[in-house]
């Protein structure tokens, strides 16, 4: 997560975020196989704008146990830092843009495996498979988005928490298990299907949990309030999905068959929302044929998510949200 601020307390914010105590990154080996025999260990760097609207580079490249987010990065890409290196301000000349009369502020952001890092990318140590995005958009709004959809299934292959629950609704059994089928079948081991009245408190809070229900169902609605803290540029509202543009102003309404997936760090975890390491998706609709489209997109079309801060589905297709 990378921004720059307009005052000093957010300057300081970011520092005490970014702060590079690594030393000079080194060139990374893009070549299949180690000069001692060993198949190399690969991650993905991707590139993208706009909250995943375009992708700029995508590149795999090997890295060595002790290897950073930051020199993968350089590894790939031309990259332009400030404040001692722990301040990512451009990559391939493409460099924070700020207006003060417009209000327009626009920078880096990282993810790993869709999730927010609560360290900065000198300090994050990459592990063979990661999937490292980084994000250039528009922070007017919404200096902070927990998660994102674009590196699906990654975010449920950590095992840095107590495993996946999928919690449904009446109604969606048979698209949790097939939900589950799928994830399995993607590595994913430790994943249960539970009716969501019956979710332990426990799993709860330290679970990664996909939640398949509508606007009513007690823990969408809890999400759904929380829309803005989450940092949601999308949410329900009586039957319809309402999307905000990057400033947060109303961008659009979708009604009867229209779904939503987007996701967060889990809000129930103790630790809190930028400290969490399991996360919450969200996979509802306006209605019960809503829902089970945004079920059927993880199972059989989850490459339409790719890179994606979160997504709307209608009849017509996907569209990227904000």
């Given at each position: 997560?990378?921004?720059?601020?307009?005052?000093?307390?957010?300057?300081?914010?970011?520092?005490?975020?970014?702060?590079?105590?690594?030393?000079?990154?080194t060139e990374i080996e893009n070549s299949q196989v180690t000069s001692s025999g060993h198949q190399a260990n690969r991650v993905t760097i991707a590139v993208t704008r706009d909250f995943g609207r375009e992708l700029v580079l995508q590149k795999e490249v090997e890295v060595q146990d002790d290897t950073s987010a930051?020199?993968?990065?350089?590894?790939?890409?031309?990259?332009?830092?400030?404040?001692?290196?722990?301040?990512?301000?451009?990559?391939n000349g493409i460099s924070s843009e700020y207006s003060v009369a417009g209000g327009?502020?626009?920078?880096?952001?990282?993810?790993?495996?869709?999730?927010?890092?609560?360290?900065g990318a000198s300090d994050f140590i990459l592990r063979p498979g990661d999937i490292e995005q980084w994000d250039f958009r528009d922070w007017s709004y919404h200096h902070f988005v927990p998660a994102i959809v674009g590196s699906y299934p990654k975010p449920f292959l950590s095992d840095y928490n107590a495993g996946t629950v999928i919690v449904y609704e009446d109604g969606f059994a048979s698209d949790a298990e097939a939900l589950r089928a799928s994830l399995k079948n993607e590595g994913v081991s430790r994943i249960s299907c539970l009716q969501y009245d019956r979710l332990p408190p426990e799993d709860?809070?330290?679970?990664?949990?996909i939640i398949i229900a509508g606007e009513e169902n007690d823990l969408i609605a809890e999400l759904n309030r929380m829309h803005k803290k989450l940092g949601f540029y999308a949410y329900l509202q009586t039957g319809r999905i309402v999307i905000l543009d990057a400033a947060g102003n109303p961008a659009g309404e979708y009604?009867?068959?229209?779904?939503?997936?987007?996701?967060?760090?889990?809000?129930?975890?103790?630790?809190?929302?930028?400290a969490a390491a399991n996360v919450v998706w969200m996979v509802t609709g306006t209605d019960a044929s809503g829902?089970?489209?945004?079920a059927d997109i993880l199972i059989n079309r989850a490459k339409e998510l790719r890179h994606a801060c979160a997504i709307v589905a209608t009849r017509d297709g996907v569209i990227k949200v904000p």
């Amino acid at each position: 997560m990378f921004k720059k601020a307009g005052s000093l307390s957010l300057v300081l914010l970011a520092l005490v975020w970014l702060c590079n105590c690594a030393a000079q990154p080194t060139e990374i080996e893009n070549s299949q196989v180690t000069s001692s025999g060993h198949q190399a260990n690969r991650v993905t760097i991707a590139v993208t704008r706009d909250f995943g609207r375009e992708l700029v580079l995508q590149k795999e490249v090997e890295v060595q146990d002790d290897t950073s987010a930051l020199k993968a990065l350089m590894a790939v890409a031309s990259v332009e830092t400030k404040y001692g290196g722990g301040f990512v301000s451009a990559i391939n000349g493409i460099s924070s843009e700020y207006s003060v009369a417009g209000g327009k502020k626009r920078d880096w952001f990282f993810y790993v495996n869709g999730i927010a890092s609560k360290v900065g990318a000198s300090d994050f140590i990459l592990r063979p498979g990661d999937i490292e995005q980084w994000d250039f958009r528009d922070w007017s709004y919404h200096h902070f988005v927990p998660a994102i959809v674009g590196s699906y299934p990654k975010p449920f292959l950590s095992d840095y928490n107590a495993g996946t629950v999928i919690v449904y609704e009446d109604g969606f059994a048979s698209d949790a298990e097939a939900l589950r089928a799928s994830l399995k079948n993607e590595g994913v081991s430790r994943i249960s299907c539970l009716q969501y009245d019956r979710l332990p408190p426990e799993d709860k809070q330290m679970a990664n949990l996909i939640i398949i229900a509508g606007e009513e169902n007690d823990l969408i609605a809890e999400l759904n309030r929380m829309h803005k803290k989450l940092g949601f540029y999308a949410y329900l509202q009586t039957g319809r999905i309402v999307i905000l543009d990057a400033a947060g102003n109303p961008a659009g309404e979708y009604g009867a068959g229209s779904s939503l997936i987007q996701a967060t760090q889990n809000p129930w975890n103790p630790k809190g929302i930028g400290a969490a390491a399991n996360v919450v998706w969200m996979v509802t609709g306006t209605d019960a044929s809503g829902i089970k489209r945004a079920a059927d997109i993880l199972i059989n079309r989850a490459k339409e998510l790719r890179h994606a801060c979160a997504i709307v589905a209608t009849r017509d297709g996907v569209i990227k949200v904000p």
